[in-house]
């Protein structure tokens, strides 16, 4: 009995080993055959340039190109193996998926132009002023002054002279207002960047300063021609034409200290760094740290999101999404759930399978230490692969004038055609292992490619922007002309900065936290060194090596 259990068990043991011969042949040849599908499928990049080399009349190498048709879905040709195992899961290369919010252009147009047309009404209203209070009395405008019967013409004349006087305050009031015109369209004559969903309080306090100012000017200005007139009319002495002048030219004056205080305000307080903000990405943790100056929250947040785009990396929300291993898979599947109220005694093997969740999970660390560190060994590899493979492909090409080439010259465009085929295999291979292939497509790259080769680029800044990761900006994705952000903040967004403040900002998954916190006082004190202290003593024992 013992022999026959032996030879059983020997049996069985051949049967799975041929088993497993036969499954492993069958993989084999599964895996052979699709690898020749995918060669086949990347044919085109192989087999689109034909080099004959032949000899010239001078000595030379003489390299004819053909250029056959390209596919243009470039970044689909290749099988690429994800984590998406999901119903809601979503492809890597299926950019469409991607959720984008419709711009509404007539909206933004207004709530941007608004505010910005009525302080460039009231601005050059208030710019008109001084030149209309000059050139109004001139014009007639006032018949009380200049159509009183009990004035003599000699009288009408001496009234609406300008003296040598009058002439130099004219003068003045014309630089004055010159030079106003000049820093008004310096600092303030600029297109909104943001819409704030409150008001900025300084712009806003600053515009009432110029309307009240305008309006007691106008008001007084008025009340002086009325008296001027009912003077004249009982004879007695009034304003003469270098007072009105006087007059508007201190009205230029107060215009100019207005637009000191406006520059005071919104352009230099904020420039002493007061504060500091931290901003943390969410989904990926990325953050940065910024000194900030006085600001309200609402400008604060408009100045994180010009240095977001502009320092902050890529957001490549494929790299988040880690395939699950066979082990994690097995440990997940055995994963059960009770309820611990109607089932106190659990059975054995309810036990196991709880306990073996656990091991599981132990051992979750482990996995993804050794998935990340082989992850960053293929795109080492991949990576040295796309160097050699571009050197290869600029070594091919070589510029040359258009006299001395005759008519075999090829363009940049064409001989980015007819190189691309040989690192296309290797970029695809990099960009697939890096999650970029959603961001560069085949006509872009082919386009990059040509602006290198007329600018005489080497391979690795052809290179560049693949392996170093650019700032948001540089995305297609990112490169829309209205980019809506919500803000979302405990605090009233029109105050301005404080300690411990903390808001958010957030578009689609993307969610930007800031947190404020102010920065220390310093207190410096001298301190004297007695030169006479520089001398030192030697301590020599039998231990040490002096």
């Known amino acids: 009995m013992e022999t026959e259990s032996v030879r059983s068990e020997v049996s069985s043991r051949s049967r799975r080993s041929s088993r497993h011969r036969q499954h492993t042949h069958r993989s084999t040849r599964s895996s052979k055959s699709q690898r020749k599908e995918s060669d086949n499928m990347m044919a085109p990049f192989q087999t689109s340039v034909n080099i004959n080399p032949e000899t010239g009349r001078d000595g030379q190498e003489v390299i004819e190109v053909q250029i056959l048709p390209q596919d243009e879905n470039w970044g689909e040709n290749t099988t690429a193996v994800t984590g998406n195992t999901s ?21 933004f147009v207004c709530s941007r132009y608004f505010s910005t047309t009525i302080a460039l009404g009231l601005s050059l209203v208030s710019f008109v002023s001084p030149l209309a209070m000059v050139v109004l009395p001139k014009l007639g405008f006032f018949p009380g002054l200049t159509d009183n019967l009990a004035l003599q013409p000699s009288q009408r004349i001496q009234l609406l002279s300008c003296t040598a006087e009058c002439k130099g305050i004219l003068l003045s009031l014309a630089f004055k207002l010159v030079l106003l015109a000049i820093a008004v369209w310096a600092v303030f004559l600029r297109p909104r960047n943001a819409i704030l969903p409150r008001i900025f309080v300084f712009r806003a306090m600053m515009l009432v300063i110029l309307a009240v100012c305008s309006f007691s ?48 305000l919104m352009e230099i307080r904020h420039l002493e760094p007061v504060y500091y903000v931290k901003v943390v990405r969410s989904p990926d943790g990325e953050s940065r740290s910024y000194a900030i100056g006085q600001l309200s929250i609402q400008r604060a947040a408009v100045w994180v999101l010009q240095k977001y785009y502009t320092e902050f990396p890529i957001y490549n929300p494929y790299l988040e999404k880690i395939p699950i291993s066979k082990s994690q898979r097995k440990g997940q599947g055995s994963i059960k759930f009770y309820e611990v109220d109607s089932n106190t005694n659990a059975p054995s093997g309810q036990t196991r399978s709880a306990s073996g969740s656990v091991s599981g999970r132990r051992n979750s660390h482990n996995e993804r230490y050794y998935e990340e560190a082989e992850r960053a060994r293929r795109v080492r590899k991949r990576r040295a692969r796309l160097h050699s493979a571009a050197e290869d492909a600029f070594a091919h090409v070589r510029r040359v004038r258009l006299t001395a080439a005759g008519g075999g010259a090829l363009g940049p465009r064409e001989a980015a055609q007819a ?16 999650r970029q292939q959603p961001r560069h497509s085949a006509d872009s790259v082919l386009a990059h490619l040509a602006r290198c080769l007329s600018q005489d680029a080497s391979p690795r800044a052809f290179l560049e922007p693949f392996l170093v990761e650019g700032p948001v900006l540089s995305a297609e994705q990112e490169s829309r002309t209205l980019q809506r952000w919500a803000l979302v903040s405990d605090d009233l967004l029109a105050r301005p900065l404080a300690d411990g403040v903390e808001f958010q900002l957030r578009q689609g998954d993307v969610s930007l936290i800031c947190t404020i916190k102010s920065l220390p006082r310093f207190s410096l004190s001298e301190e004297v060194v007695d030169p006479k202290s520089n001398r030192f003593v030697l301590r020599l024992n039998s231990e040490t090596s002096v």
């Open 217 to 264: 000017y106008w008001l007084f200005y008025f009340v002086q021609i009325t008296e001027a007139s009912k003077a004249l009319t009982v004879g007695e002495e009034a304003m003469d034409y270098t007072s009105l002048v006087s007059y508007s030219s201190s009205f230029s004056d107060t215009l100019l200290f207005i637009h000191y205080a406006a520059v005071v």
């Open 419 to 434: 190189v691309f085929p040989s690192l296309a295999r290797a970029l695809q291979k990099y960009l697939r292992a890096t």
């Open 87 to 107: 119903e809601g899961s979503q492809s890597m290369e299926d950019v469409s998926n991607w959720p984008i919010e419709a711009d509404s252009g007539l909206g």
